[in-house]
């Protein structure tokens, strides 16, 4: 995006939030005057139920942004002034703003613009939907979208040829639910040059059928061989803008006042960046920006995004995070890593069994310690227990050769962890990013549970286990591999274990929490991980107005109904950047 159509889009983008976002209007108080030695607040919430570390409050004043009181109705409206905004709740709950440490909002944003479908879809719903989208599109363009899994074809199997019958001459790539495999007909295969004796990335799997051709399903990085293909024309930076801005909206409407961007690059950075400086960045945000083996092998590029990240630090983004994929996905596919083979690898070859690791070893230390050296936070993907391992080994080798740097890095996922990793987690202060999200009744699951089998599955991202040893422990929804980034439905099932609702089956039941560990997931620990603890994740005097107004309190009703909360107004820094809409009970 060339300079001037990017400030052609943030004036857009400024424009739509201002819209999208409505600020309350301004109580102002009655001809109080202001007592000697008080400070003046520039807003008051009170006569409401707040949540505080040492219990229940009745109101809080801000100022400049910063929390100046916190306690009964009566003290807290002594800094009142005739230039005070004030509000009176009615009852209503406040809580500290929630964080998700691990979320792709780019891609939440382009989802709504794809030829997508529900989650779960039978071969048919597929076909309707790719059949609709050929429809509007010209004969060659490009067809893109998702989210596919292997259980919903059943005995059937994926095939190009399904996707041929309805689309010859559109190159079709759809995305499954975890986003690490691909599903593609002939158009796209042919375009990207893949054939038979096309070899597999390293990292990646090229299913192929009895005559060793490309069936259409490719695994990791082989699906980035169909979904670049070398003739998909890329994103515009405008649709790219535009998807971003509607994703952060999206997650301020469910009071995520923190995140961070899992995944990365330089013109993401640029984008952040832009609507920092225009006021419309909203949220604290953190970028962790993509590292692999294969793609930065050399550090001394000019334009390695990694050393670039401070041209677009910001006070509400910075850039100083490191992702890495250590492995894949549990599911049919077979490419997490684990310790022990897969529940149906009877059917497996030697190679994937046991998954697939994406790094080396030796290749992972030497980076880890480099990146720690540099003071930077790397975030891994790891959902089996090999990879949480390799991981973890990473981590203590960066400890051993620096010390503590205070750069507290994670292993993200952690669908499955063993015992004895637990153990060693806390003493070289890693962080497990669990991913509460998936939930049933997620058509994922069944496919999960097939390959690893019933008694691994008891254990199934195990948060409870995860901080009985002591480690930080902090929430990430992956969305938008999840088809929500409502933090209220994890909240909910991280106490339940169940659906949202409750009711049926309990995934992982020996690893539900309290509702206050939960709660702390979202708030205290998060804001420690991302460098805030003194700033955010409480409400109290001294911390930074990052707080939410809630249509009910969580802590007073049945957790099956957790996942109903509405969020009436997200405040950040004393600013109102998101209430609801008065005809649903707003202000």
Not at 434 to 456: F, L
Not at 466 to 478: E, F, H, Q, R, T
Not at 526 to 539: F, L, P, V
Request: hydrophobic share 40%.
């Amino acid at each position: 995006m060339n300079h001037f159509n990017r400030i052609n889009w943030i004036v857009f983008a400024a424009l739509f939030f201002s819209h999208s976002i409505p600020v309350t209007a301004q109580y102002q108080g009655a001809e109080a005057k202001q007592p000697s030695g008080v400070e003046a607040a520039d807003l008051i919430l009170h006569n409401g139920q707040i949540y505080t570390p040492r219990g229940w409050a009745e109101a809080i004043s801000v100022r400049t942004g910063v929390i100046i009181a916190v306690g009964k109705n009566d003290a807290v409206l002594r800094s009142r002034a005739e230039r005070t905004q004030v509000i009176d709740l009615n009852g209503d709950t406040v809580v500290p703003g929630l964080h998700d440490m691990h979320v792709h909002p780019m891609s939440g944003g382009m989802a709504q613009r794809g030829c997508n479908f529900p989650q779960g879809p039978s071969p048919q719903q597929i076909i309707d939907a790719v059949k609709g989208c050929v429809a509007k599109h010209a004969k060659g363009e490009w067809i893109t979208g998702g989210q596919w899994d292997a259980a919903s074809f059943g005995k059937q199997g994926m095939h190009r040829s399904i996707l041929d019958s309805v689309s010859p001459d559109n190159p079709v790539v759809l995305s499954d639910i975890s986003g690490h495999s691909a599903f593609a007909n002939s158009k796209a295969i042919q375009m990207a040059g893949i054939t038979a004796k096309t070899p597999n990335p390293p990292g990646g799997i090229i299913e192929r059928d009895e005559k060793g051709e490309p069936t259409g399903v490719f695994r990791e990085s082989a699906a980035g061989l169909v979904r670049g293909g070398g003739s998909q024309a890329p994103l515009s930076p405008d649709d790219r803008a535009k998807a971003l801005t509607w994703a952060l909206s999206k997650m301020l409407s469910y009071g995520i006042t923190s995140f961070t961007d899992a995944v990365i690059d330089e013109s993401s950075m640029q984008f952040y960046a832009d609507l920092a400086d225009t006021g419309v960045l909203k949220q604290r945000v953190r970028g962790c920006i993509m590292w692999s083996p294969m793609v930065n092998a050399s550090q001394d590029s000019p334009f390695d995004p990694i050393k670039r990240r401070n041209l677009y630090t910001r006070d509400r983004f910075k850039a100083d995070c490191v992702k890495i994929m250590l492995d894949g996905v549990p599911t049919d596919g077979h490419t997490a890593a684990m310790v022990e083979p897969y529940a149906d690898a009877s059917n497996l070859d030697e190679t994937r069994a046991k998954g697939m690791l994406q790094v080396k070893p030796e290749v992972l230390n030497q980076a880890v310690i480099e990146f720690d050296r540099q003071g930077l936070t790397v975030k891994f993907h790891a959902a089996g227990d090999a990879a949480v391992r390799e991981g973890l080994d990473a981590i203590e080798a960066g400890r051993k050769a620096n010390g503590f740097s205070g750069n507290l890095h994670n292993v993200g996922h952690n669908s499955f962890v063993q015992t004895n990793d637990f153990l060693r987690a806390r003493g070289i202060e890693a962080t497990f990013e669990m991913s509460p999200y998936i939930w049933y009744p997620n058509p994922i699951i069944p496919d999960i549970a097939k390959a690893i089998g019933p008694e691994r599955m008891k254990r199934w991202t195990p948060v409870k286990d995860a901080i009985n040893s002591g480690a930080l422990v902090v929430p990430g929804s992956d969305w938008n591999v999840v088809p929500s980034v409502d933090p209220w439905i994890a909240i909910e099932t991280l106490v339940t274990r169940q659906k949202p609702g409750g009711g049926g089956e309990a995934l992982g039941e020996a690893e539900k929490i309290t509702l206050q560990q939960a709660f702390d997931l979202f708030t205290v620990n998060s804001a420690r991980h991302m460098g805030n603890g003194s700033k955010t994740g409480s409400i109290e005097r001294g911390m930074l107005a990052d707080i939410l107004v809630l249509d009910r309190n969580p802590f007073k009703i049945p957790a099956a109904e957790i996942h109903e909360t509405k969020v009436k107004l997200t405040i950040i820094n004393g600013e109102i950047v998101y209430k609801i809409e008065a005809s649903t009970g707003g202000y």
